[in-house]
């Protein structure tokens, strides 16, 4: 299985910014897409999730301000982000459940300037 993201950027405080990834591979039933990220110094947070039937969930720091979609038929996973702020500056990770596995992107850098 293989995840692509794309979208990350440098944008400022207030500002939006869009992520992508699509899954390729050995993806059959996938359940879950979503989303983790990882501050310097911080531990991997989760972020967002969606599963194949569209319900959504979203950590706390987030809600009202980013927003998860998917497109199934292209095997794609979506991350609107809204009303940035500095503290969402991090390396954003997706992944994908497949059964009992989990699988994961490189990350792409999202960086707020205030």
């Known amino acids: 299985v293989q995840l692509v993201e794309s979208g990350g950027g440098l944008v400022q405080a207030g500002g939006s910014l869009r992520l992508s990834c699509a899954a390729s591979?050995?993806?059959?039933?996938?359940?879950?897409m979503g989303w983790y990220r990882q501050a310097p110094g911080k531990e991997r947070e989760w972020v967002a999730g969606?599963?194949?039937?569209?319900?959504?969930n979203y950590a706390d720091s987030v809600k009202g301000r980013f927003t998860i979609s998917r497109d199934n038929a292209k095997n794609t996973v979506y991350l609107q982000m809204n009303s940035l702020k500095p503290e969402d500056t991090a390396v954003y990770y997706c992944?994908?459940?497949?059964?009992?596995?989990?699988?994961w992107g490189q990350g792409t850098q999202v960086t707020v300037s205030s």
């Open positions: 992944y994908v459940r497949i059964r009992a596995a989990t699988y």
């Open positions: 591979g050995s993806i059959f039933s996938i359940n879950v």
């Open positions: 969606i599963t194949i039937g569209g319900s959504t």
